[in-house]
């Protein structure tokens, strides 16, 4: 799908459910129009589907809530153009503004910091959210930071650190701060689900963490991208019309299913 990706293309393909939902959503063009500036000659931006229905007056505000489920649950998720679902978010949305740090204001930019068992890993930086991306990717320093903390060795078959049934018992808690919220990844959220380990080359007894690197040193103005494993666990919400995202939990959000 089309929501902006900064995937690294270094890392993991994305898995054959991620691949379905992509496959299934098409060529919708979801991001904001700015970035398909260039695209086609002639036409300064091409409005995306969410500014389309805006526009021709089917939905009254340009938002787009997306939901993932996660690999343990049949359904692949749920797109909600014009507002969000609210039969299956836990909680009340918070949303935080699109961020002026260039180049993270290109797409769906925002600033967040993150904590690993309540110490600081990232400070605070703008980065963004993408539905595109599989991983979630942060900054090299904060990246080598996550890797000490958690013992995780670099696996070559996967592009993924691995980590011992020792170091999963041990493993704290991975927290977004975004605004004035704080959303959690529990242990088993920061693992990649291991019955789908075959599917990016891992062995089966293996545990492999989804926190990898994104390539350069923090401090570039794009410092993380929150990938599909982030949005499996938190309802997001893209509100071009007030340029904010907003999170939100789910019941998901602590599935213990990975
Ligand atoms: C967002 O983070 C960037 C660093 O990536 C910083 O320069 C900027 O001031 C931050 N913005 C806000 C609103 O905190
Ligand atoms: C993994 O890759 C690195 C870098 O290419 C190499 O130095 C190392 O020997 C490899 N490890 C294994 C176990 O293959
Ligand atoms: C997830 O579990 C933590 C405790 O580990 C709890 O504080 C938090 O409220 C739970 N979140 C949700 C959305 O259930």
Do not use: C
């Amino acid at each position: 799908m089309a929501l902006p990706s900064t995937s690294n293309p270094s890392v993991s393909p994305p898995s054959p459910r991620v691949l379905a939902a992509l496959v299934s959503m098409g060529s919708l063009v979801l991001g904001p129009a700015d970035l398909t500036q260039g695209t086609i000659s002639n036409v300064d931006t091409v409005p995306t589907v969410v500014d389309n229905l805006y526009s021709q007056g089917m939905i009254s505000s340009a938002v787009l809530g997306i939901y993932f489920a996660p690999a343990s649950d049949s359904n692949s998720g749920k797109l909600t153009f014009g507002g969000y679902d609210p039969s299956v978010i836990t909680s009340t949305v918070h949303y935080t503004p699109i961020t002026d740090t260039s180049s993270s204001n290109l797409f769906w930019g925002y600033n967040q910091s993150i904590t690993y068992g309540g110490k600081t890993i990232l400070p605070n930086s703008a980065g963004t959210v993408d539905t595109g991306t599989t991983l979630i990717l942060i900054a090299t320093d904060a990246f080598q930071t996550y890797q000490s903390a958690t013992g995780g060795v670099m696996d070559n078959a996967t592009g993924l650190l691995r980590i011992t049934p020792s170091q999963y018992n041990n493993l704290q808690t991975l927290s977004f701060h975004i605004g004035t919220q704080t959303y959690d990844l529990i242990p088993n959220a920061q693992i990649w689900p291991r019955s789908l380990n075959y599917a990016i080359g891992g062995s089966s007894g293996s545990i492999y963490l989804v926190v990898n690197d994104i390539g350069y040193p923090s401090g570039s103005g794009m410092d993380f991208t929150n990938g599909y494993t982030f949005l499996e666990r938190y309802y997001s919400i893209y509100d071009t019309t007030n340029a904010r995202v907003g999170f939100v939990a789910t019941r998901y959000t602590n599935s213990t299913s990975n």
